[in-house]
């Protein structure tokens, strides 16, 4: 594949503008949302299944508590107790099972929904049918439902509120039907329609809540990875991104283009031009090698002092060098004057690189390690230039190029 040049903004980027943007649709932007849904769905499997075990054993003890204070109507109670055990107890099952296997979690949140309505529409059905045996089902039973749905399922509104609509509109056509236009049952149908929307706005509430939450942990956790002066990733940024890119390298086979990058006579130029000029020539330097490895995957580091690490993800190998050099010509075209080493001097990098693509014996630390080689070789050679080390999977190192050079 080969390398965009129009740059997408940066994870820290992407999270700001959300910030920025706001949140109030309850969906953040294409890059983000579905990062979020995956955390948000493993931050409420614990409640989700605390509910249905709930569930379960309220529904399961019925027969039981039937028998032991209520004695329903023997009708009733075979229809009853058959609709609890063929259709809300496999619904609710089925709901657990989707929670959790993991392969099935996708659909939990459909699992849960659906199980939400079997449940309610159960008791509408017992509450009609109680009314011709002369037993009452109480109709707050449904309001239980979608409360204890709303507040512990975790369910998105645009999900969650329709499946409310209905029940509530199936609720008033069966009082009606059972009932009749009187005003007890105007009563009911209110009732239910005040506590539906009540669970309606709980639920976007805890939505938005967690929407909040999730965005303030991951800009705290991007701000924590920065290197404040450069504004690229950190070493501890670089320990926790790293391992992540090399493996989907090796799972998807694609090539990595690792680079060690360090600023020539750097302690001279600080020598010569006090800190506060070097501190400002390393954002600068920094600005330009991030212009060059800004997609998804890239990682662009600040290392420590004037060392960099760069990554750069499925870079066709043909093209490695010449990315590099363009890299290298950047920084000495920024005419960043080094008196230190110079009358005519300029700021200049040298840089290191493996294009390698990664297999199951390859270590990760083993291409850092093969890039800082390169780099010190690289400064052997007399500094601003590139030495670069093609790879073969599990192999040796296969071709070195130096200066720049496009393999042949």
């Keep these: 594949?080969?390398?965009?040049?129009?740059?997408?903004?940066?994870?820290?980027?992407?999270?700001?503008?959300?910030?920025a943007e706001g949140y109030w649709s309850l969906r953040f932007r294409p890059e983000l949302e579905p990062e979020y849904r995956v955390d948000h769905l493993a931050d409420v499997v614990p409640r989700r299944l605390m509910l249905l075990v709930s569930a379960l054993i309220l529904i399961g003890a019925v027969p039981l508590l039937d028998a032991m204070f209520l004695h329903p109507p023997t009708g009733f109670a075979a229809r009853s107790h058959l609709v609890q055990y063929a259709f809300m107890i496999p619904a609710l099952?089925?709901?657990?099972?989707?929670?959790?296997?993991?392969?099935?979690?996708?659909?939990?949140?459909?699992?849960?929904?659906?199980?939400?309505?079997v449940v309610s529409a159960g008791v509408i059905y017992q509450r009609q049918l109680g009314a011709a045996y002369g037993h009452?089902?109480?109709?707050?039973?449904?309001?239980?439902?979608?409360?204890?749905?709303?507040?512990?399922?975790?369910?998105?509104?645009?999900?969650?509120?329709?499946?409310?609509?209905?029940?509530?509109?199936?609720?008033?056509?069966?009082?009606?039907?059972?009932?009749?236009?009187?005003?007890?049952?105007?009563?009911?149908?209110?009732?239910?329609?005040?506590?539906?929307?009540i669970a309606m706005i709980g639920a976007a509430m805890q939505e938005f809540h967690s929407c909040a939450s999730w965005l303030q942990r991951k800009l705290?956790?991007?701000?924590?990875?920065?290197?404040?002066l450069s504004g690229l990733v950190n070493g501890r940024g670089l320990r926790e991104v790293y391992p992540r890119v090399f493996a989907t390298a090796m799972r998807e086979h694609r090539p990595l283009l690792t680079i060690a990058v360090d600023i020539d006579h750097f302690k001279a130029y600080n020598d010569h031009y006090g800190h506060l000029t070097g501190d400002d020539t390393l954002r600068r330097v920094?600005?330009?090698?991030?212009?060059?490895?800004?997609?998804?995957?890239?990682?662009?580091?600040?290392?420590?002092?004037?060392?960099?690490?760069?990554?750069?993800?499925?870079?066709?190998?043909?093209?490695?060098?010449?990315?590099?050099?363009?890299?290298?010509?950047?920084?000495e075209r920024l005419n960043i004057r080094h008196a230190g080493i110079g009358e005519r001097g300029v700021v200049t990098v040298s840089i290191g690189a493996v294009c390698a693509v990664p297999g199951p014996r390859t270590?990760?630390?083993?291409?850092?390690?093969?890039?800082?080689?390169?780099?010190?070789?690289?400064?052997?050679?007399?500094?601003?230039?590139?030495?670069?080390?093609?790879?073969?999977?599990?192999?040796?190192?296969?071709?070195?190029?130096?200066?720049?050079?496009?393999?042949?």
Excluded at 93 to 117: K, M, Q
Excluded at 143 to 169: C, D, N, Q, S
Excluded at 323 to 331: D, G, H, S, W
């Design 1 to 19: 594949m080969n390398r965009v040049p129009e740059s997408p903004p940066s994870r820290l980027a992407l999270l700001q503008q959300q910030q």
């Design 136 to 197: 009452i089902v109480p109709s707050e039973l449904v309001a239980v439902v979608l409360t204890g749905t709303a507040v512990m399922a975790g369910l998105r509104t645009a999900y969650f509120a329709p499946t409310v609509a209905l029940i509530v509109a199936l609720s008033s056509w069966s009082e009606l039907r059972t009932f009749g236009g009187v005003n007890s049952t105007y009563y009911v149908i209110l009732a239910q329609s005040m506590l539906g929307a």
């Design 286 to 331: 920094a600005s330009a090698l991030a212009r060059h490895g800004r997609r998804g995957n890239d990682i662009a580091a600040r290392s420590g002092g004037e060392e960099f690490v760069l990554v750069w993800y499925d870079v066709i190998p043909e093209h490695a060098a010449r990315l590099l050099e363009a890299m290298r010509q950047e920084v």
């Design 363 to 408: 270590e990760p630390e083993s291409l850092l390690r093969q890039s800082d080689e390169q780099l010190y070789r690289a400064k052997q050679r007399g500094r601003n230039c590139v030495s670069l080390v093609f790879e073969a999977a599990e192999g040796p190192p296969a071709e070195t190029q130096a200066h720049g050079l496009r393999p042949s």
């Design 220 to 228: 705290l956790e991007e701000l924590t990875l920065r290197d404040p």
């Design 93 to 117: 099952l089925l709901a657990g099972l989707c929670t959790l296997w993991t392969p099935l979690r996708r659909v939990s949140e459909i699992a849960a929904l659906l199980a939400a309505f």
